[in-house]
């Protein structure tokens, strides 16, 4: 059983609510029958109008999120969502297929979790994609390596070039034409027996990049099945990377979205957890 929370943004009917957060129709129902949802502390079993500022409770089972992701934050402008692993962000059948309204201004691989922004029209899109490219958004990771790292926040460069028909990059420690700078900040959360937790600040925002960097530095994150060590990965039966995003600020937007600026959205790591 896990305890979900919500905190509501605006008004709407609770299945339409919970329809947003990745419950399937049948199953948020089945949740009111059995009276598994509280709204301000207050059990309901029907579906009632959920007021702006309301927060809702669900008690649930493990994996009963159908779609692998919950809006953690929402306006007029923007969506926060944490994104589960095993789906893509853009496409009809990513992210921007099953939340409506959606669009996508930066990713994450399929199998990296955390938190990502979306906008919910033009001039958000384009104040978040400047931003982005600006690098005025900051984005940290926390990944789980294989060894013990002894990281105190240092800021490591690398040079990467893609090999775009296998989906794969190749890192360099010096500069050459067609390959692209790589800026990474690495800083050891816990260390000690055969892996470490490791937190990871962006300053560039390059395919694979934490994953082939980590890698690069003597330390795969653990099931990474591309740039990993697949012996290691099977002694952890770790069968997709242990990798997410948990800390982003959002900073440098222009006028449209200038009351989101100093924004921080956090969760909790599941390494920590």
């Known amino acids: 059983m896990q305890k979900i929370e919500i905190e509501v943004k605006k008004k709407d009917k609770l299945l339409n609510i919970l329809s947003r957060q990745g419950f399937s129709y049948s199953y948020a129902c089945k949740l009111l029958r059995n009276k598994d949802i509280k709204v301000d502390e207050l059990r309901?079993?029907?579906?009632?109008?959920?007021?702006?500022?309301?927060?809702?409770?669900?008690?649930?089972e493990e994996g009963a999120i159908?779609?692998?992701?919950?809006?953690?934050?929402?306006?007029?402008?923007?969506?926060?969502?944490?994104?589960?692993?095993?789906?893509?962000?853009?496409?009809?059948?990513?992210?921007?297929?099953?939340?409506?309204g959606s669009i996508a201004v930066h990713r994450l691989d399929r199998n990296t979790e955390g938190?990502?922004?979306?906008?919910?029209?033009?001039?958000?899109?384009?104040?978040?994609?400047?931003?982005?490219?600006?690098?005025?958004?900051?984005?940290?990771?926390?990944?789980?390596?294989?060894g013990q790292t002894d990281f105190k926040?240092?800021?490591?460069?690398?040079?990467?070039?893609?090999?775009?028909k296998n989906s794969f990059v190749k890192v360099f420690p010096n500069a050459k034409k067609n390959r692209q700078e790589i800026v990474t900040a690495f800083k050891t959360v816990k260390s000690g027996g055969a892996t470490s937790v490791v937190e990871c600040t962006l300053f560039t925002g390059r395919t694979h990049q934490i994953r082939v960097h980590l890698a690069f530095l003597g330390h795969p994150i653990v099931g990474d099945g591309k740039y990993g060590q697949n012996q290691t990965n099977k002694k952890f039966k770790a069968k997709t990377q242990a990798l997410q995003c948990h800390y982003l600020k959002l900073d440098g937007l222009g006028?449209?979205?200038?009351?989101?600026?100093g924004k921080e959205f956090k969760i909790k790591p599941n390494f920590q957890k």
């Open 115 to 146: 938190l990502l922004i979306m906008a919910k029209n033009k001039f958000a899109e384009s104040e978040l994609l400047a931003a982005f490219k600006n690098h005025t958004i900051t984005k940290k990771y926390m990944a789980e390596v294989v």
């Open 255 to 261: 006028v449209h979205l200038s009351y989101l600026n």
């Open 153 to 164: 926040g240092e800021i490591f460069k690398a040079y990467i070039e893609k090999d775009s």
């Open 44 to 60: 309901v079993k029907e579906n009632i109008d959920i007021f702006e500022g309301a927060h809702i409770t669900v008690f649930c």
């Open 66 to 100: 159908k779609d692998n992701f919950q809006i953690i934050f929402e306006d007029e402008n923007i969506f926060c969502v944490n994104k589960g692993k095993g789906i893509e962000v853009e496409g009809s059948d990513g992210l921007e297929g099953k939340i409506k």
